[in-house]
């Protein structure tokens, strides 16, 4: 039904740019079709970002570990399917837990000792991150693991069918619970972050650490939650895209560029500018790849983002202080 509905709603519009585009040498549903995989590269982005965003945008911690917790998350839900027969999206709790519990270790063992010192702090969380993948190697070696997706999530919503009923516009059901994981987990940060009185230690901790201390704030304590919950959501990112790409030691690498363009572009202190970032991000290697190519088009975005750090350094979105 909802295939018909689509189909009466976009079908005179289609057939109108199908002649335009026959006129012009030009495939608009091709292009419409990049467009939607694009908001799974959106959805995919956020879900990355959202845990960098805040152990760097709140905390100022350049956590390059970032993306090894991003693979245990999937190991996580490797783990917990393969022995424990778990359905996918409820290895996502266990995924959030354990990452937790390994990013509240690393902050009382290490990112504690290092708070205002970002070049010992980057050294710290790059060898963090070399020996993360020496131990997941060690445990699970450098096989390639796979985590299943669950049945109820495969295959695609036709939003257009040409005549004889072929889908000619589609996404995947799987890219649009990402889209919505990332959207629901955003939407409870924020949350968190600026309607509770730990979001509001928070952000008394970031302004002025001695000022929250003198005012009866557990700084250490903000400091572990806040960083644990990054490394957590960082575990739920991974454990989503598990089911997209082989788990292996190295694969939080691949997204651990991509998260940094997100988090600098869209700004470092507010959480809409992580959302921003991943959007035109997202989009514009979706769009750019299908008018040129893929390797260019990620050539051409990081370009993008280096002007945009030239020129606007604190990125699209800032807080406004007071001189």
């Known amino acids: 039904m909802l295939n018909f509905v ?14 335009e585009a026959a006129a012009e040498g030009f495939n608009w549903p091709s292009l419409l079709n990049q467009a939607l995989n ?75 000792r290092l708070y205002g010192r970002p070049l010992e702090t980057l050294l710290a969380t790059w060898g963090l991150s070399i020996v993360l993948q020496g131990v997941v190697k ?59 009185s730990w979001g509001r230690n928070i952000r008394a901790v970031t302004q002025n650490r001695d000022m929250a201390k003198c005012l009866g704030v557990n700084t250490q304590f903000v400091d572990l939650v806040t960083f644990s919950y990054g ?24 997204y651990l560029v991509d998260a940094w363009m997100v988090v600098v572009t869209g700004g470092v202190d507010k959480l809409v500018g992580v959302l921003a970032g991943s959007f035109l991000i997202g989009e514009a290697n979706a769009v750019i790849a299908f008018m040129l190519n893929d390797p260019l088009a990620r050539v051409i975005v990081l370009a993008a983002v280096i002007v945009l750090i030239r020129y606007r350094p604190e990125g699209l979105f800032t807080v406004q202080k007071r001189a």
């Not at 689509?6 to 002649?19: C, G, R, V």
């Not at 100022?60 to 693979?71: K, Q, S, V």
């Open 138 to 196: 060690l445990i699970f070696t450098a096989q390639l693991k796979y985590v299943k997706a669950p049945p109820y999530l495969s295959g695609n919503l036709s939003l257009l069918n040409d005549a004889s009923g072929t889908p000619v516009i589609a996404i995947s059901y799987y890219r649009m619970f990402i889209i919505a994981m990332a959207l629901a987990l955003l939407g409870l940060t924020m949350f968190l972050f600026y309607g509770t």
């Open 231 to 254: 490394c957590g959501l960082a575990g739920v990112a991974g454990a989503v895209i598990s089911a997209l790409k082989s788990v292996a030691p190295p694969m939080g690498q691949d």
């Open 38 to 112: 694009g908001i799974g590269i959106v959805g995919i982005l956020l879900l990355t970002a959202l845990g960098l965003g805040i152990t760097f945008g709140v905390m100022r911690i350049i956590n390059l570990a970032h993306g090894e917790f991003i693979m245990l998350g999937a190991y996580f839900a490797f783990v917990m399917q393969e022995f424990f027969n778990l359905d996918l999206l409820l290895t996502i709790p266990f995924a959030f837990l354990g990452t937790a519990i390994i990013g509240a270790f690393t902050e009382i063992t290490i990112i504690r």
């Open 6 to 19: 689509s189909s009466a709603i976009f079908w005179p519009t289609y057939i109108l740019a199908q002649e």
